[in-house]
């Protein structure tokens, strides 16, 4: 159980155009989702925090209107790259808490974007 | 929050019991102390977490001495296919695990 699936795994595409990654809880009820950015050889970092019905939270340092995340229901949420540029090429990994009760994060296996 | 520190890499050879420390100073009495492991190109995979004491799965061990300021994890008879990064994560376990932080990870490399 507790099986977050994430799509795409790898995406393309060229500087300006926009990309949207989802994330979807498919076994349980996330009412927390969190996306993070991974660089190369680096550790995760944590974007922002989602939840269901509400507005996201951002970390210091990210911009909001560059990647906007929506959490429209329990099983889905979404980050789009808008105007995506070469320099917000990395890997993008997003988890979901259950959040009941006992509940260790579980985590999608991540989007590889590639900005051209 | 409890910032976490772990070696920056290990090696081992298939076989071996690999024992990781992860130290966590400034531990909160509602924190507990959860472990990952990623793999390249992959999200991280819970592996085991845990409170005080002892917890043991089918796949790790986890030691907690009783001041809770640092942790081990224990991967016993590891193979080349243990290798990866692996995360020390120390936060409440509620839903405001939102800022559970990752800290360098311990990069473990396996050999023959």
């Known amino acids: 159980g507790a099986v977050v699936s994430q799509h795409p795994s790898r995406v393309i595409c060229k500087s300006g155009t926009s990309v949207k990654i989802e994330c979807r809880s498919l076994?349980?009820?996330?009412?927390?989702m969190f996306w993070y950015r991974q660089f190369p050889k680096q550790s995760l970092m944590l974007m922002a925090t989602?939840?269901?019905?509400?507005?996201?939270?951002?970390e210091q340092g990210v911009e909001k209107d560059k990647f906007l995340i929506n959490h429209a229901s329990l099983t889905l949420s979404t980050l789009t790259v808008t105007s995506a540029h070469p320099e917000d090429s990395s890997f993008y990994i997003c988890?979901?808490?259950?959040?009941?009760?006992?509940?260790?994060?579980?985590f999608g296996n991540g989007t590889r974007l590639t900005v051209t | 929050l409890a910032k976490t520190t772990q070696p920056i890499s290990m090696d081992s050879y298939e076989g071996q019991e690999v024992n990781i420390t992860c130290s966590h100073n400034?531990?909160?009495?509602?924190?507990?102390i959860t472990w990952y492991q990623q793999f390249p190109s992959q999200g991280p995979r819970f592996i085991i977490q845990?409170?005080?004491t002892k917890v043991t799965n089918e796949v790790a061990s986890l030691f907690i001495p009783a001041d809770r300021k640092s942790s081990t994890l224990s991967l016993p008879r590891v193979s080349l296919s243990d290798t990866a990064v692996y995360y020390c994560?120390?936060?409440?376990?509620?839903?405001?695990?939102?800022?559970?932080?990752f800290g360098t990870g311990t990069r473990l490399q396996v050999t023959l």
């Open positions: 994560l120390v936060g409440p376990n509620t839903g405001t695990a939102s800022k559970l932080t």
């Open positions: 989602s939840n269901e019905g509400s507005k996201a939270t951002y």
């Open positions: 076994d349980f009820q996330a009412t927390t």
């Open positions: 988890s979901a808490l259950a959040g009941q009760g006992y509940s260790p994060l579980h």
């Open positions: 845990g409170y005080k």
């Open positions: 400034n531990i909160a009495t509602n924190d507990y």
